[in-house]
């Protein structure tokens, strides 16, 4: 229904964000790497999923279309609703969550409030091959492979890095933050070890 709205950052919380669009307050439930992104911006730019219950309706942002797409990925996955999806985007990047998967790394995932083992291990039953493929159900070529591509050479230079010495833990804190859509795996490996300098 909405793809995205933009306007002026009015209100933050702890895990929404309140944007006035023509004097209309959209109050959207939010992770804590989209506050981070938002944080100080005065007119900001949310890409929008809206959840319907039959009990409610919720807005959720974010900051990022690869970040929507990750949180489309978790809500697909068993047992898994918004609130949970959210609280994994909350300490995981789309990229790091990627990673995560593909490495088969649960604790990482169970670093989200309220994520046990097993629901830990659905995700990455449940999506690994999706990331492992490569593709995804949108054939159209948009930000859901640029998210997977660019998560494949992350976790490509995690390895990297890993194999340069570096703890899986030091390695995928370097690579967090870096924006890596669009770039080469010796560039990631690069810009991480400016990091760890």
Known sequence: MYYYISGKLTKTGSNYAVIDNHGIG???SVSVNTLRHIDGTAEVKLFTYLSVREDAQELFGFY????LFAFKQLI????????AALAILSVLTPAELASAIGAGDTKAICAAQGVGKRTAERVVLELKDKLAIGTTANSSGTSESMVVSSASNVSEAVNALIVLGYTRQ???KAVSGIDAAGMEIDDIIKAALKKML
């Not at 990022?64 to 970040?67: V, Y």
């Not at 697909?76 to 609130?83: A, D, T």
């Open 170 to 172: 030091e390695a995928m």
């Open 76 to 83: 697909s996955v068993s047992g898994i609703g918004p609130k």
């Open 64 to 67: 990022s279309e690869e970040e």
């Open 26 to 28: 959209y109050l959207l």
